[in-house]
């Protein structure tokens, strides 16, 4: 799907009868192709018991759908599918924290080599981009035909089809604020400028840069990315008298891509480090036993970015980091311009993704960093 068609008030979301139909096949066909990847993770980490709970679950879910795959329709079925996906949506909401666990556990009682850590990589984004889908499949149908309401008129089900990009940045900023000033007792002002690109001649006033988007989504991204950002700028300025660099956040529009750019001046980091910060097994790190006053609020379970990555990829977008090290990071936000563009991005099972997890590998045939003796980078050879 996308968001034009999920958005468009004549499509799915105008008929309950349609979207029915179409999620009593969709929903089963996504929840077996996540299963089926489940079962080609590597033994160690397959034999974890989180990892058994996550594929219970998935099971449970995947029997309550199927339930419903010959029901004739009527308003009492319609009803039940409803309950039935606000069911699962709760049985799965702590999946993500689950499956950290189980990442922790596979850490704690195994060496884990590089082959194991890439395919733990490319299932954790395959498995979470899978689940932002399902979610946001079930959040369309329980908010357009449930008892539940999403508070905006005009919004249809979780998306809004005027979504006012600017707002959405105060919005997540205001919200990493409080964590930042209950925790460093300051925080980095904000500074937001847009760039409406070619149209900026036409307008008097910079007309706001709206799309059709989740703003959910986008907060989600944004208020990891502030939380990032205060706690890069707070611990780089830690003498508490000093006035704090402010967080600049442009937002512009070209033809293709709307960019949400936010650059802080919080010292960033090396270049070596900066693939560590999408890695799921280089984040996993034991949360702490207790949540006290001296725990980092703006610190989590360390999947922050690759899920925010993730949610930026469904409709095709991107997020990206540029440090300079001693300087401070950029993060770039990137979202379609154009929603017949902006399609859902989804895992595939086939060969192709089968084969990822059986190949060993390979020695790189370029030069490791120390000059001398066994290359130490590994790439995947086909
Ligand atoms: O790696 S970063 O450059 C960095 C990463 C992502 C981001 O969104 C913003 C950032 O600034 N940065 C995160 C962080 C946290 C504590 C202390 C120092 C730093 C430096």
Request: proline letters at 3%.
């Amino acid at each position: 799907m996308g968001l034009k068609e999920l958005s468009r008030v004549s499509g799915l979301s105008a008929c309950e009868r349609k979207s029915f139909i179409f999620l009593r096949k969709e929903l089963p066909v996504r929840l077996a192709n996540i299963m089926k990847e489940i079962h080609l993770l590597p033994d160690n980490l397959l034999k974890m018991p989180s990892v058994g709970i996550v594929n219970n679950l998935y099971a449970a879910s995947f029997e309550d759908i199927m339930q419903f795959e010959k029901v004739e329709v009527s308003e009492t079925t319609l009803d039940k599918f409803c309950q039935t996906l606000v069911k699962i949506r709760n049985r799965h909401k702590d999946i993500v924290q689950t499956m950290a666990h189980g990442v922790l556990e596979l850490k704690e009682c195994h060496d884990v080599d590089v082959q194991t850590e890439n395919n733990i990589q490319y299932f954790l984004d395959r498995f979470l981009m899978s689940r932002i889908s399902i979610r946001m499949l079930i959040n369309q149908h329980t908010l357009l035909f449930g008892s539940e309401l999403n508070g905006h008129s005009r919004h249809v089900g979780s998306i809004d089809p005027s979504c006012d990009i600017i707002s959405v940045v105060k919005d997540a900023y205001e919200k990493a604020r409080l964590l930042c000033d209950q925790y460093y007792l300051a925080s980095p002002e904000l500074l937001v400028e847009q760039h409406n690109g070619k149209f900026e001649k036409y307008f008097e006033r910079c007309s706001e840069i709206r799309i059709v988007y989740v703003p959910s989504h986008l907060f989600h991204i944004l208020f990891e990315l502030f939380k990032n950002s205060m706690r890069a700028v707070m611990e780089h300025y830690n003498n508490s008298d000093s006035d704090y660099p402010s967080i600049a956040v442009i937002v512009s529009r070209g033809k293709e891509d709307i960019c949400v750019k936010m650059s802080d001046r919080g010292g960033g980091i090396p270049r070596s480090q900066m693939d560590h910060l999408f890695k799921y097994m280089y984040s996993t790190a034991p949360r702490p036993t207790q949540i006290d006053a001296h725990t980092v609020p703006l610190a989590g379970y360390g999947y922050g970015l690759p899920v925010s990555r993730l949610y930026a990829r469904y409709f095709h977008g991107d997020l990206v980091l540029q440090s300079c090290d001693g300087y401070g990071t950029d993060a770039i936000v990137y979202l379609k311009a154009l929603s017949n563009e902006a399609n859902e991005l989804l895992p595939i099972f086939n060969k192709t993704s089968s084969k990822f997890y059986r190949t060993a590998v390979s020695n790189t045939d370029w030069s490791s960093q120390c000059g001398s003796g066994m290359n130490t980078r590994q790439l995947r050879m086909s």
